[in-house]
């Protein structure tokens, strides 16, 4: 019970940082490696804010997500759309990915040093629950982590923007003879994509400790979540997240931790030989 608790948790962290990355990829047709690092750098924002100003977590962890996604809209703004504008090949978009995911990854060792570094928060005790111990933190991240995934198939089931941004996945060229204002469907991509990043980030450092990899040893997971639920799919990144999880966690009731990432692309693996499109398909 205990190591589910721990997988739900982690595979909620998964899932929301996840969704992110699904949606830019299947928009803009480019995977951003960056992606874990503005996770990373959205734990960093929260954490400088909460220790170092001295301001309450709940507001530092609003902060951090403001400043994630001005990060992100300044990047659209001077890297990626004058890149999309000369026809970038997918490759060169993947390698400027990578070395932004390099730069800001060397910023906050630069800023905060290579060490582990913890929120001021005080430490709750546990509750009991069929023999294991839940904290109020973990608690706190499956709620969240599930209301911000009802939103968001709210947003894209319900909303102008949302169905403007299926309308793009599904065809982008399309879409803009159809009147859709790109521009802006991408701006909102990347806005809704970082603040569910930066919200990941800042909760796995909630549970976990805020290191400059931190982002980067979430990334591989993400793709593989992304993978199993089958590419560009949102419900399908989310039930990939949790599987994920899941599997990361029980695996180390028999095995070593450091194997928990190899035993997750096992699952990963052994899921796409029988369903090679995922297990929910391509994107819905």
Do not use: C
């Amino acid at each position: 019970m205990q190591l589910i608790i721990n997988g739900l948790v982690i595979g909620s962290i998964i899932a929301l940082t996840a969704i992110g990355l699904s949606m830019i990829y299947k928009t803009l047709n480019f995977v951003n490696f960056a992606h874990g690092d503005f996770v990373a750098f959205a734990a960093y924002i929260a954490f400088f804010v909460n220790t170092s100003l001295g301001v309450h977590l709940a507001p530092a962890f609003l902060i951090s997500i403001l400043a994630t996604i001005l990060l992100g809209v300044f990047m659209e703004k001077v890297v990626w759309l004058p890149m999309r504008r000369k026809n970038a090949t997918r490759t060169t978009l993947i390698i400027i990915s990578i070395g932004l995911a390099l730069v800001l990854r060397n910023i906050l060792i630069f800023v905060w040093g290579g060490g582990t570094k913890n929120y001021n928060i005080p430490v709750r005790q546990g509750f009991s629950f069929f023999g294991a111990t839940i904290t109020p933190n973990q608690i706190l991240v499956i709620i969240t982590a599930f209301l911000l995934m009802f939103l968001l198939h709210y947003l894209l089931s319900r909303t102008k923007i949302g169905k403007a941004m299926r309308a793009l996945s599904d065809n982008i060229d399309l879409a803009r003879i159809s009147g859709i204002d790109v521009d802006k469907v991408v701006l909102w991509t990347w806005v809704i994509g970082l603040g569910l990043a930066a919200t990941g980030g800042v909760l796995y450092g909630l549970v976990t400790a805020i290191r400059p990899s931190m982002g980067w040893y979430l990334l591989l997971p993400m793709f593989a979540a992304i993978i199993l639920g089958g590419i560009g799919n949102p419900y399908g990144t989310i039930a990939g997240g949790m599987i994920i999880g899941l599997s990361q966690e029980l695996s180390t009731a028999v095995l070593p931790t450091e194997y928990k990432f190899a035993v997750s692309f096992v699952v990963m693996t052994a899921v796409l030989l029988v369903k090679p499109e995922g297990i929910f398909g391509g994107a819905k």
